[in-house]
């Protein structure tokens, strides 16, 4: 379990991130959605330790991040998994060395291991035959698969991700979206996505935080958000037109 | 403002490079790579210039020897001097600021812009030293490049004079022979290894610490170019100051 007491994050006079407080629970998909500019992506990188901040904590089990030491600190990044945004994947290496790379990194595994390892990752997100690709002779779809490889190969306890279904076409969205659910049931992780697509809202949202101008507006699950009547939130998931529609539908058959 | 900031970020960069160091079974490799491409891959280009720009010095020298007292042996000595002390290790090291700077630069910036170098963060890796210590390295063999450049850039002169009628082997050779200092190929090599140095720490400062997208790739390169060149010149002037004044 992740939990964020009262943090805040500025870039000199812009205050981004105002005073955060919530939690993301182990074994479920925690979603981090708002518009563009509300402060996910600050969030998610103070979460990952990539940007200091100057007030509040952030605990990971128990363990509150600021007050650990380096090596402790590092110890708790080996368990920590992350899916960026354009994948991330290292232009030099092919795919299974990309996937191998943080148990080259962390484990003492002999090299017949790790290709085990790499085997059964990329099998479980149905790449089995990309070993010897480059990530740029992967489509988006596969690139954002072999990130998802690179990030639980080493068995993390949390899993981030930035956007995952960007650029991808709602098909390969949604078989994205249920891979990172099946993998989140499966490890029994603490997963966080940040995310604006609504379809992952409905898909996988088993804990939703609703941020708008770097505070949280709301929070609940994908079964709950269609019923709230916060109007910041209505506001952000009725705002496609498609939604509008689905739910004109909704209150014309519940009348 | 900004320059001091700079200065002091450049700085910790350089501790940096020797922080929490990657396993040696992940740096051998990236050390080989990066001596197949800043090293092996800097080789052609080295040799063709320095062959005809010691062609050119000789000929040079040559025409303006227009005084029957001066011994023809002189093509011959400052075609040496000048290959020696000055183009084979600064303006070799301005072109490499080019060639291999720019390199550096956008490989390092590009990873920056496609979040590679936070996916390294975050799995807890040194990226600097995993980045730049390579680099370091691989730049110890800078000097094999200079001594490539000063045989080639000698010979071009010899083959330019000899060839070009511009005067004898016999007499190119004796001026090669003649007064010939050995420290200057201390303070040659001395000023290379601190070009090196400059060559593998200003392109990866400003190819990791740069910010935006695709186009200020393109920006950072040019300005690691001129800032890697401005130090190569303000350093071989101390330098020359120091050992040679």
């Known amino acids: ?42 969030f998610l990188k103070c979460l990952l330790g990539l940007f200091e901040y100057e007030e509040g904590s952030i605990s990971y089990d128990g363990k509150i991040f600021n007050n650990l030491s380096a090596d402790d600190r590092r110890e708790l990044r080996a368990d920590i998994g992350m ?17 191998m790379f943080p148990l080259r990194m962390f484990t003492k595994q002999s090299k017949s291991e790790m290709e085990d390892r790499v085997n059964v990752v990329l099998n479980r997100v149905n790449l089995p035959d990309a070993h010897h690709k480059k990530p740029s002779e992967a489509s988006g779809g596969m690139q954002k698969r072999v990130a998802i490889a690179r990030a639980i190969v080493n068995r993390p ?22 891979l990172i659910q099946e993998i989140t049931d499966e490890f029994n992780i603490t997963t966080v996505i940040n995310s604006h697509d609504m379809n992952s809202v409905m898909e996988i949202g088993e804990k939703i935080v609703f941020l708008k101008d770097g505070l949280k507006a709301w929070e609940g699950s994908n079964e709950t958000i269609f019923k709230t009547d916060n109007e910041v939130v209505t506001d952000f998931v009725y705002s496609s037109n498609l939604f509008k529609k689905v739910r004109k539908m909704y209150i014309e058959e519940n009348q | 403002m900004i320059y001091l900031q700079n200065i002091g970020t450049y700085f910790i960069m350089i501790k940096d490079i020797f922080r929490r160091p990657t396993k040696w079974s992940v740096m051998k490799p990236l050390i080989l790579k990066d001596i197949d491409d800043l090293i092996i891959g800097s080789l052609g280009i080295v040799a063709f210039i320095s062959f005809f720009v ?30 020696i002390l000055e183009f084979a290790p600064t303006f070799i090291s301005i072109i490499m600021a080019g060639k291999m700077g720019s390199f550096i630069t956008s490989s390092i910036g590009t990873m920056r812009v496609t979040e590679q170098i936070d996916a390294l963060e975050v799995m807890g890796i040194n990226a600097i030293n995993y980045l730049v210590f390579p680099k370091f390295i691989a730049l110890i063999l800078y ?22 009628g511009y005067g004898s082997m016999e007499d190119y050779i004796e001026g090669l022979q003649t007064e010939f200092i050995p420290f200057h190929f201390v303070y040659a090599f001395l000023k290379t290894f601190v070009f090196a140095f400059l060559l593998a720490t200003i392109p990866s400062f400003y190819g990791y ?16 170019f001129v800032w890697t060149s401005v130090m190569i010149i303000l350093v071989n002037f101390l330098l020359t100051s120091l050992l040679l004044g």
């Not at chain 1, 005073?19 to 600050?42: H, M, R």
């Not at chain 2, 490049?145 to 060839?163: D, K, P, Q, R, T």
Request: hydrophobic share 45%.
């Open chain 1, 83 to 99: 899916v960026f945004q354009g994948s991330a994947l290292f232009d030099s290496m092919t795919i299974a060395e990309n996937v």
């Open chain 1, 157 to 178: 306890k949390y899993l981030f991700c930035d956007e995952p279904n960007s650029g991808l076409d709602p098909k390969t969205a949604i078989v994205i979206d249920n």
């Open chain 2, 54 to 83: 010691g062609g050119v010095v000789a000929i040079q020298t040559a025409l303006n020897m227009t005084n029957p007292m001066m011994p023809k042996y002189l093509v011959g000595f400052a075609t040496r001097q000048s290959i």
């Open chain 2, 143 to 164: 000097p094999f490049i200079i001594s490539i450049a000063m045989f080639l850039g000698i010979l071009g002169g010899l083959i330019a004079c000899v060839y070009g």
């Open chain 2, 209 to 224: 610490f740069m910010k935006g997208g695709a186009l200020e790739v393109g920006k950072a390169s040019t300005t690691s």
């Open chain 1, 1 to 42: 379990m992740i939990e964020v007491k009262d943090l805040h994050k500025s870039f000199g006079d812009a205050h981004i991130l105002k005073g955060i407080t919530t939690s993301f629970e182990k074994g479920k998909t925690n979603l981090i959605i708002g518009q563009s500019g509300s402060g996910k992506t600050v």
